[in-house]
């Protein structure tokens, strides 16, 4: 069993920066596959990023060249830098993890994560 707890949301105004952190539990951190999905209030649950566990990364369009994702496999933690955020990317932001042999492959589909952590809220004021 795997044990994900997201921390770092909070509240910034557009145009600025923020960070989130997912702190995983277990020993073999290095064979899963970790994503970042979001939730805004009403709507479903998308992708944001993810990174695979040779560290290859992956975005949503809407956060290609603004998020970043990296991983580090020592500390067990997942991190997604955000820039530039705006009103559109407020939501309540999950951390996700799939045990996988493959190596350089990203999932995309939440039904194909295991794991979740319980969210943590980053709100964008105008």
């Known amino acids: 069993q795997v044990q994900l707890v997201e921390s770092g949301g909070g509240l910034v105004q557009a145009g600025g920066s923020l960070s989130v952190s997912c702190a995983a539990s277990?020993?073999?951190?290095?064979?899963?596959?970790m994503g970042w999905f979001r939730q805004a209030p009403g709507k479903e649950r998308d992708f944001v990023a993810g990174?695979?566990?040779?560290?290859?990364?992956f975005y949503a369009d809407s956060v290609k060249g603004r998020f970043t994702i990296s991983r580090d496999n020592a500390k067990n933690t997942v991190h997604l830098q955000m820039n530039s955020l705006t009103p559109e990317d407020t939501a309540v932001y999950y951390c996700?993890?799939?045990?996988?042999?493959?190596?350089?492959?990203?999932?995309?589909?939440?039904?194909?994560?295991?794991?979740w952590g319980q969210g943590t809220q980053v709100t964008v004021s105008s």
């Open positions: 996700a993890a799939r045990d996988t042999i493959r190596t350089n492959y990203v999932y995309t589909n939440e039904n194909e994560y295991t794991y």
């Open positions: 277990g020993r073999t951190f290095s064979s899963y596959v």
């Open positions: 990174i695979s566990r040779s560290g290859g990364a």
